[in-house]
């Protein structure tokens, strides 16, 4: 798995966290191991510019995904094909402002945006109630195993 991460920001961001959180939730989908995805960190006036370019939505917003191969989750018994996931470009200003609206650390919130974005990169969705549930409750069983792996270790 080969998981490139980009910081662009002043923001001091652990890029082993993030790249261990991805190969965690890479192994759980059963992505093959040569999958690539890269996550970028930028500014607001960076993500504003995306943010309009791709979604034709004013002011910045915390993550965005661009799918590349289309990938999506494997079994066990049959992993994905080997191919490039996509990427991942995270605001950390925007997701600080988040997590004090939510009451969590602004890493918590990074963390949780970058599960988030993989999964989307991965076909899910959370436009129909039943593909939100489905979707949340899958990005919260993997970042609370996550967390809970890496507080053990």
């Not at 006036?45 to 993550?63: F, I, R, S």
């Not at 191919?83 to 200003?93: F, H, I, K």
């Not at 593909?131 to 949340?136: G, L, P, V, Y």
């Amino acid at each position: 798995m080969t998981i490139e991460i980009r910081n662009e920001t002043t923001t001091v961001v652990d890029e082993r966290e993030f790249v261990a959180l991805s190969r965690f939730v890479f192994e759980a989908m059963h992505l093959h191991p040569a999958t690539e995805m890269s996550i970028l960190f930028v500014d607001e006036e960076a993500m504003e510019k995306l943010h309009v370019q791709w979604l034709d939505l004013p002011g910045p917003t915390d993550v965005m995904s661009f799918p590349m191969d289309e990938l999506r989750p494997g079994t066990a018994e049959e992993p994905t094909e080997e191919g490039l996931l996509g990427d991942v470009v995270l605001c950390p200003t925007v997701a600080a402002k988040q997590a004090a609206k939510s009451g969590h650390s602004a890493v918590e919130e990074m963390l949780l945006l970058t599960v988030h974005s993989i999964l989307h990169l991965l076909g899910y969705d959370h436009q129909e109630e039943e593909e939100r549930r489905e979707m949340f409750d899958l990005q919260r069983k993997l970042l609370l195993t996550f967390l809970a792996t890496r507080s053990a270790s």
